[in-house]
């Protein structure tokens, strides 16, 4: 067996000096996670376990989310809101990704710009702006009747169709720079030796390019679908409550019902689902990874 290396008295108390200042350099993060993310979390934890009822037990709150039909159904919608809101931004997120990436040459910085240029402007701006032109006399109402596809007003606004329009408009861009970021990285070599093949060339993208894509699609789709799980100015603006989601709702519970409690524990599920989906990411990831 091989001797161990012993480092000379010196060399150690360099180390460990090293090693205190690496310590020392990461206590303002440390202090800034604790004070805005950690504390804040144990309050609304402490909140969510108070009840109004003095009979009322610590987890009144959670058992009255998780009994009753009707919060039972907003849970369930909202879970249903993110999926649809995510599978329309991957359908529309994907074509443009791709043709981002393998069509454009000397106009992509432009592209890009145009594509992150929205994120740089207020969501309630952005809302308006959709607000204005699905109104029932807005511009889109009366293109459609100057076209004459339609004989009479839209009353788009204030309904789900609205609540789609803005929700997809607003988080449509995290999925094209999700996916644009994972199909650089494909080597168009594979493509190519494909089609030398004989494959055509929607063979070669369902049999090289998608499934080399998928990784794009699962980390936007992450991020989109938790976006989406806690986007209430949406809901409230233009869907005027023809939509009622989670954060919906615990906007009403902290602003017009006042009760606290109930909207800290409805903010925990919103939390647990969250890390859901983190959880799900990491082991589709590392699955892919040990694949």
Known sequence: MAD???????????????????????????FFLVVFFVLPLIDN???????RAEDGGAIDNYMR??????????????????????????VIGYPVAYYMVRHVKGSGALLIFLLVAPLMTSIIMRTY?????LARNGPLSDWLMALGLIDRPLGLLRSP?????????????YMVISIASVLQTVDRRLEEASLVMGASRFETF?????????SGIVTGSIIV?????????????????SVVTLPLLIYQQFVLVNDTGFAAAMGNVLLLLALICLYLQLRIVRGKGAA
Not at 206 to 214: D, F, G, K, N, V
Request: proline share 4%.
């Open 45 to 51: 934890t402490f909140n969510s376990l108070e009840t």
């Open 206 to 214: 369902r049999r090289i390019t998608l499934p080399l894509s998928t």
């Open 225 to 241: 679908f938790m976006l989406c799980n806690g986007s209430f100015l949406t809901m409230l603006l233009l869907g005027n409550g």
């Open 4 to 30: 161990k290396i012993t480092l000379s008295p010196a060399a150690t108390a360099s180390r460990r000096r090293k090693t205190t200042h690496g310590l020392l350099g990461t206590l303002p993060a440390v």
């Open 129 to 133: 702006g959709w607000q204005i032109l």
């Open 65 to 90: 989310l998780f009994t009753d039909s009707y919060y039972l159904e907003v849970i369930l919608r909202t879970l249903w809101v993110s999926f649809l809101s995510t599978v329309l931004c991957i």
């Open 161 to 173: 169709v609205s609540v789609y329009f803005g929700l997809v408009h607003i988080l449509a861009p």
